[in-house]
């Protein structure tokens, strides 16, 4: 094994304030070993995928130098049993209200959305059905305007004439009547029958 100065991935993971179980799931995913901790390049390569400047790595003798003494830290800690954490944590503490929320906001948006877009096409359908029998209806308007107007004049006219058709046909009766009761003058009686004197 080449001499190479490594960190460990709970000092890397300390050092950088990271969660040890997500950079170790991250190693994985880019093909980095741990198990015999961390070469500079594979520390810069993790400090490029969580974004932050790279830490400089302490350097791990491999060895005791022979010219400087081995000192233990000794027997005065008193180690404790690790403390049990709670299975379950929440975020409540951390907020000082309340929130309003709907279930299924982009459910609802999509309802609405498509509500919407019914009622437009209906309004726009209706406009246009209304625009169209407005249309009908102004055509039928000057059509009859027109036909209305030649209807008051043949009136006029037809007044005029008929007046002075039944002038004319009563003064022809009346000549004929004149005519026919001249002719009366000439009729012969039967026999018997005087004619009453006047």
């Known amino acids: 094994m080449e001499s190479e100065n490594r960190l460990s991935l709970h000092a890397?993971?300390?050092?950088?304030?990271?969660?040890?179980s997500t950079v170790y799931e991250r190693c994985k995913l880019l093909g980095i070993s741990t198990s015999e901790g961390l070469s500079v390049d594979d520390c810069n390569r993790l400090c490029r995928e969580f974004k932050f400047k790279p830490v400089q790595v302490q350097a791990i003798p491999e060895a005791v130098?022979?010219?400087?003494?081995?000192?233990?830290?000794?027997?005065?800690?008193?180690?404790?049993s690790a403390p049990s954490l709670p299975a379950t944590l929440t975020l409540e503490n951390?907020?000082?209200g309340s929130v309003t929320s709907i279930a299924d906001p982009l459910n609802v948006a999509a309802s609405f959305l498509q509500n919407a877009d019914a009622l437009i096409a209906a309004m726009n359908g209706d406009l246009q059905r209304r625009q169209q029998e407005l249309q009908q209806t102004a055509t039928a308007k000057d059509a009859i305007a027109q036909k209305a107007q030649e209807l008051k004049l043949e009136s006029r006219l037809y007044q005029q004439n008929a007046n002075a058709i039944d002038q004319a046909q009563t003064q022809a009766t009346t000549q004929l009547t004149t005519a026919l009761e001249a002719l009366q003058a000439f009729t012969k009686k039967p026999d018997g029958e005087s004619e009453s004197s006047s």
Do not use: Y
């Open 94 to 96: 951390l907020r000082s």
């Open 65 to 80: 130098s022979s010219t400087r003494p081995h000192v233990e830290s000794g027997n005065h800690q008193i180690v404790l």
């Open 12 to 20: 890397f993971c300390r050092d950088n304030g990271l969660a040890k």
